[in-house]
Structures are given as C-alpha cells and as structure tokens.
C-alpha cells in the first residue's frame, strides 16, 4: 500500500504540473486550449533533442524546453487568439482555433521528429529502497522537481509584480484593465507561462517515460480531467486535481487490476457522477 | 430570398444530388467518389446533431459517443438478433436519444467550458465501455456484419435487398444522402419554429428566458436528444456500410472533428454543418496528395480560414448580403 501511495504522489506531482499551466491559461483567456498536450510533447522532443542528442547538461535541455515553448506561446496568443478572440461573434470561436493549433503542433512534431518513441538516459543512476516502497532516484529526483516549480510558480503568482497582475485579471478582466493593467501584455506573458510549464514538464518527463508524437492528445484529456476535478482556473484546485488524478489512477492500477483494464472507465464514469453532483469542481468558481 | 426561391433552390439540390450526381460520376468513372460522398452525408448528418447543442449554447464534444452507441447497438441487433436493419436505424436513435436524456439530465446543468469537458469525457466513456462490455466484442470489434435487407412495407418492397444491388455503393449514397436531405430539412423546421426561437433564447440568456416562464430545463434536454438521434443514425448507417464496427470506429478526433465542421460552417446558420462538413472532409481528401505534409497544410488552412472568417464560411454570403443593401 506504501508504494501505491508514493507512486500516485509522484504521478500526482507531476500531473498538478501539467494542470497547472491549463488552468492559467483558462484563467486568463478563457481559453480551453487543446494543444497543451501537444506542447508538453514538443517540450519532451526539446529535452530530447538538447539532452539526449548534443549531451548537453539536463538543466540546460529543461531550460531549452522552457524558453522554446514560452515563445511560441507568447507568439500564438499575440498573433492567433488575440484576433480572433476580437473579431469573432461567440467566444467558443477560441476552441475551434485550439484545436487546430493542436493539429498543427501534431503535423509539426510528426514532420520534424518522427513516429518513433523517443528516450534519453538515466538522469541519475540507482534505486531508493526502503523495504516498503522502490522507487528510482530519477523518480525522486522529477517529482522533487515537480514540487519545487509548483511552488516556485505559487509564489511567483503571489508575490511578483506580473503574478498580481495576472491574478487581477483573472479576477476581473475590465476592472484590471481600469486599475492600470496592461492586459494585453499579461494575457501573452499567461499565456507563455502557461505554455513553459507544459514545456518544463514534458522535459521533465521525457528523462523517466520517453516521448512519442502520438501522445499529445490523451495528455490533454488527462489534464482537462484535472481542471475539472479541481475547477477551472484557480490555482489551488489545479493542484488538488492533479494529485487526485495520481493518486486515483496508482490505487485504481492496483484495486482494479483483477478486472481488467477498466481503471480510466472508472475514474471517467465517476468524474462524470461527481460533476453533475458539483458543476464547479472542488474549487471553481460557477460557470467559469 | 423568397419562400418560392428558397424552395427552388432546395429542389435544384435535391434533384442534383440524386440524380445530377451519380449521372457525373457514370460519366467520369470516378465511383470512388461515391464513398467519400457517403461518408461526408454521414458525418454532416452527426454534426448537424452538434450543431443543435451549439444552438443552445452548449459545446458539445460528444457526439461521436452517439454515434459508436448507435453504431453498435444496430451491428449488435442485426447480428445477434436478426433485427431489420431499416427498423435498427431508429431504435439505434431512439436508444442514443433516451441514453443522452439519462446523462444530459445532470450534466445540462453545466455550462461552458464544463460541459464540453464533460462530453468530451464521455466520448472516452464510450470507448471504454465499448472495450470492456461482453456484448460488443470488444477490441476485435464486430466484423461481417450482413447487408442490409429490403424493406417492405403493406407487400411492397420500398428498398430492394441491398446484397443484390447492382450497385451497391450507389445504393448506400442515395440512403446517406437521402437521410442528410432529411435531416437538415427537419434541423431547418426546428430552428425556424416555436421551439427553435425558444432554443434562441436559450442560446442568448438562460435565466432570462427562465424568468419568462420558459422550461429551460426541459427545452434543454429536448436539443440534447434530437442532437444524439442524429448522432445514433449516423453511427448506425456507417456499421452497415463498413459491415463493421470497433470501440475506436469514432474517437474524440471525430467528435473534435463534428466540432469543427459547425465552428468552420458557422454556427449561426442552419446549412453550417452541411458547408463544414463538405469542406473540410474534400480539402482533407484533397491534401492526401500532400503525402507527409497533409496535416500541416490542413491545420494551417484551417487557423488561416479561423483568422478571416471566424463565423464560418457560410457567414460570407452574409457579409455580400449586407455590402449589397447599403
């Protein structure tokens, strides 16, 4: 039970990551974007690329992922969301235009790094075991990391200058606007936040998991599955909904073994009871 | 334009499709075109489903759920029970229109980005169950499913036996493009009825239209369930043509994909869908040619349509309409 719990924390640690950027995203722009998946996995390929392929140190791969999807991040909301989310009549407009930025991030990654599963080597070498739980120190070590950029992020939104100003507008675009805010400029530094901690963790991971082109799409539902646990864009729940989402998956993996492989139908099943019994998650605001 | 110009205008289609079309492609020998054109009818008829939920105001990601339900319970019909394949078609809507009033009794509740998160997990429910349920078969699917028998009706066989049609892939053309016509002149009776300017308001203000004295509730779960019929039926006829049916013959692509061709058709209009449809399933055919470069051509075409036109392209007439009048 011991190593249940410790790997659904270290799935937890990671996946309230990957949750964490989506839900900024939301925040902001109230923008559901489908492509984070698909940046978590270019974020993987970078790492790849910079680690695995030119043997550079990993930090440098994780800050090459990190710079590389802030940019393009920052790019897509300057040029794609911000115009279309001002000449278009319905606001759902902005998730056709996520999905197909999906698809092309999809065709970008296909074209320029191939179909095949891609890996890098061990990070750190070894195995922590303590007689109850094993686990690799390369495990350790990502979800230790995990929790230090969570925590950097938390900050960084409560106390940094561009934090408050990202805060406030989620609060309430118009009446940041009035304060002074600079609300274009934070919707691109959100949006390129939100895109680096895709890109931070899909380099994070690449290092214990690997990375292939395909799996863009079903990390996205993983993560919208988060958002919603906890409720769209608040911090907090992101959070809570990642951890939830581990740890649900680790026991499912280990209760519902006997019967087949029926974890994600049940976890699915009972997000779906769980939301119609409370529509805003466990800490959202209604109707986001 | 006028109701005797839009009435001619609706037959010209009608008589093109049916018999302007196959006439073409006798001439051209291109008979693989009849599939493509199959399958676009089909696909046009579950966005038309999607389309309804969006009049609404609800995104709905969820459509290809429907669709493998209708798929699945008319293969399972057929097969095990040696039902008609004709009486499947609307059981198959029936039971995905009783199965969405069940799940969209909660989760209408939801709003925005929640309920389409929530119906984009229930295409995965869907899935899954078709995985793990005994009945469906699971990952091996459902394969040789039988052709579908004639259809009489009072002694009078309405629909010959389609395992001894001449042309088969004519046969199952007139059938989709039969059941699209049908589909889309009912969408449009809807929409310009009572019910479709209730629906309007839903669309624009639900606790307006509440205090008003509108069933907000009840009008809801009636959008739902005509949208999952269309779904069911969809499903239902694409078993019969591929003659199978898999837990991954409809994914959250497709129900993305019945999203998409609403958004890129336009929401606001009742031919959106049907443009959507068309057009994004022959620009993707089309691009096949672009080998490896297939879907970033496609993806950038279609932000590149999303930046100029991001009500649809049926909103281009509109905007000719109106530079006309002024």
């Given at each position: 039970?011991?190593?249940?719990?410790v790997n659904?924390l270290y799935l937890g640690a990671q996946y309230a990551l990957i949750a964490l950027g989506l839900?900024l995203i939301?925040?902001?722009?109230?923008?559901?974007n489908f492509a984070h998946g698909q940046m978590y996995v270019l974020g993987g390929f970078v790492t790849y690329t910079v680690y695995g392929r030119w043997h550079l140190p990993f930090v440098v791969a994780l800050i090459a992922s990190s710079v590389t999807l802030a940019v393009l991040g920052a790019l897509i909301e300057k040029f794609l969301f911000?115009?279309?989310?001002?000449?278009?009549?319905?606001?759902?407009?902005?998730?056709?235009?996520a999905a197909a930025i999906a698809f092309l991030f999809d065709a970008v990654i296909l074209l320029v790094f191939g179909e095949k599963q891609r890996g890098v080597p061990k990070i750190v070498d070894g195995v922590l075991n303590?007689?109850?739980?094993i686990i690799p120190y390369d495990r350790v070590l990502v979800a230790g990391l995990a929790i230090v950029f969570i925590v950097a992020f938390?900050?960084f939104?409560?106390?940094?200058?561009?934090?408050?100003?990202?805060?406030?507008?989620?609060?309430?675009?118009?009446?940041?606007?009035?304060?002074?805010?600079?609300?274009?400029?934070?919707?691109m530094v959100g949006f390129a936040t939100g895109a680096l901690l895709a890109g931070l963790v899909g380099g994070l991971l690449v290092a214990i998991t690997g990375v292939n082109s395909g799996i863009g799409g079903p990390i996205s539902i993983k993560a919208f599955?988060m958002?919603?646990?906890?409720?769209?864009?608040?911090?907090?729940?992101?959070?809570?909904?990642g951890?939830?989402l581990g740890?649900?998956e680790?026991?499912?993996?280990?209760?519902?073994?006997?019967?087949?492989?029926?974890?994600?139908?049940?976890?699915?099943?009972?997000?779906?009871?769980?939301?119609?019994?409370?529509?805003?998650?466990?800490?959202?605001?209604?109707?986001? | 334009?006028?109701?005797?110009?839009?009435?001619?205008?609706?037959?010209?289609?009608?008589?093109?499709?049916?018999?302007?079309?196959?006439?073409?492609?006798?001439?051209?020998?291109?008979?693989?075109?009849?599939?493509?054109?199959?399958?676009?009818?089909?696909?046009?008829?579950?966005?038309?489903?999607?389309?309804?939920?969006?009049?609404?105001?609800?995104?709905?990601?969820?459509?290809?759920?429907?669709?493998?339900?209708?798929?699945?319970?008319?293969?399972?019909?057929?097969?095990?029970?040696?039902?008609?394949?004709?009486?499947?078609?609307?059981?198959?809507?029936?039971?995905?229109?009783?199965?969405?009033?069940?799940?969209?009794?909660?989760?209408?509740?939801?709003?925005?980005?929640?309920?389409?998160?929530?119906?984009?997990?229930?295409?995965?429910?869907?899935?899954?169950?078709?995985?793990?349920?005994?009945?469906?078969?699971?990952?091996?699917?459902?394969?040789?499913?039988?052709?579908?028998?004639?259809?009489?009706?009072?002694?009078?066989?309405?629909?010959?036996?389609?395992?001894?049609?001449?042309?088969?892939?004519?046969?199952?053309?007139?059938?989709?493009?039969?059941?699209?016509?049908?589909?889309?002149?009912?969408?449009?009776?809807?929409?310009?009825?009572?019910?479709?300017?209730?629906?309007?308001?839903?669309?624009?203000?639900?606790?307006?239209?509440?205090?008003?004295?509108?069933?907000?509730?009840?009008?809801?779960?009636?959008?739902?369930?005509?949208?999952?019929?269309?779904?069911?039926?969809?499903?239902?006829?694409?078993?019969?043509?591929?003659?199978?049916?898999?837990?991954?013959?409809?994914?959250v692509a497709?129900?993305?994909?019945?999203?998409?061709?609403?958004?890129?058709?336009?929401?606001?209009?009742?031919?959106?869908?049907?443009?959507?449809?068309?057009?994004?399933?022959?620009?993707?055919?089309?691009l096949?040619?672009a080998e490896q470069y297939q879907l970033l051509i496609y993806s950038i075409?279609l932000i590149?349509?999303?930046?100029?036109?991001?009500?649809?392209?049926?909103?281009?007439?509109?905007?000719?309409?109106?530079?006309?009048?002024?």
């Amino acid at each position: 039970m011991e190593q249940v719990i410790v790997n659904g924390l270290y799935l937890g640690a990671q996946y309230a990551l990957i949750a964490l950027g989506l839900t900024l995203i939301f925040a902001l722009m109230n923008v559901l974007n489908f492509a984070h998946g698909q940046m978590y996995v270019l974020g993987g390929f970078v790492t790849y690329t910079v680690y695995g392929r030119w043997h550079l140190p990993f930090v440098v791969a994780l800050i090459a992922s990190s710079v590389t999807l802030a940019v393009l991040g920052a790019l897509i909301e300057k040029f794609l969301f911000r115009t279309v989310i001002r000449r278009s009549a319905r606001e759902e407009s902005t998730m056709l235009l996520a999905a197909a930025i999906a698809f092309l991030f999809d065709a970008v990654i296909l074209l320029v790094f191939g179909e095949k599963q891609r890996g890098v080597p061990k990070i750190v070498d070894g195995v922590l075991n303590t007689g109850a739980i094993i686990i690799p120190y390369d495990r350790v070590l990502v979800a230790g990391l995990a929790i230090v950029f969570i925590v950097a992020f938390m900050l960084f939104m409560q106390f940094s200058r561009p934090g408050r100003a990202m805060r406030a507008l989620a609060q309430d675009r118009v009446a940041a606007q009035l304060m002074g805010v600079n609300v274009d400029r934070y919707s691109m530094v959100g949006f390129a936040t939100g895109a680096l901690l895709a890109g931070l963790v899909g380099g994070l991971l690449v290092a214990i998991t690997g990375v292939n082109s395909g799996i863009g799409g079903p990390i996205s539902i993983k993560a919208f599955m988060m958002v919603m646990i906890g409720g769209a864009g608040v911090v907090g729940g992101a959070i809570a909904g990642g951890f939830i989402l581990g740890m649900l998956e680790a026991v499912g993996l280990s209760v519902l073994h006997a019967y087949g492989d029926i974890t994600y139908l049940v976890i699915f099943a009972s997000l779906m009871v769980f939301l119609s019994i409370r529509p805003n998650g466990l800490m959202g605001k209604p109707w986001g | 334009m006028s109701v005797v110009a839009r009435l001619a205008a609706f037959l010209a289609l009608v008589v093109a499709l049916l018999v302007g079309v196959p006439k073409a492609i006798a001439l051209t020998g291109r008979v693989d075109l009849y599939y493509t054109l199959t399958l676009t009818s089909l696909l046009s008829i579950a966005s038309a489903g999607v389309w309804i939920t969006f009049y609404i105001g609800r995104i709905n990601i969820g459509q290809a759920a429907y669709a493998l339900t209708g798929a699945y319970v008319s293969a399972i019909l057929v097969s095990a029970y040696g039902v008609s394949f004709w009486l499947t078609v609307p059981i198959a809507g029936l039971v995905c229109a009783a199965a969405s009033v069940l799940i969209g009794l909660p989760i209408l509740r939801l709003r925005g980005v929640y309920f389409a998160m929530v119906t984009l997990v229930s295409t995965e429910v869907a899935r899954l169950l078709a995985l793990a349920l005994p009945i469906t078969e699971g990952a091996k699917g459902m394969v040789n499913l039988p052709l579908p028998g004639p259809l009489d009706i009072a002694g009078v066989t309405v629909i010959p036996d389609f395992a001894h049609l001449a042309n088969l892939r004519l046969g199952f053309y007139l059938l989709s493009v039969v059941l699209m016509l049908v589909t889309f002149t009912i969408l449009y009776r809807l929409v310009h009825s009572r019910v479709g300017s209730l629906f309007l308001s839903l669309q624009q203000n639900e606790e307006l239209a509440s205090s008003v004295g509108i069933n907000i509730a009840y009008l809801r779960i009636i959008a739902y369930a005509v949208s999952s019929f269309f779904g069911g039926i969809s499903g239902a006829i694409f078993a019969a043509i591929s003659q199978s049916v898999y837990p991954s013959s409809f994914t959250v692509a497709d129900s993305v994909n019945f999203m998409l061709n609403c958004f890129l058709g336009g929401l606001g209009y009742v031919v959106g869908p049907l443009v959507g449809t068309f057009v994004l399933r022959f620009g993707w055919d089309l691009l096949f040619q672009a080998e490896q470069y297939q879907l970033l051509i496609y993806s950038i075409v279609l932000i590149g349509l999303m930046l100029v036109l991001p009500n649809g392209l049926v909103s281009l007439v509109g905007i000719r309409r109106r530079k006309a009048a002024r």
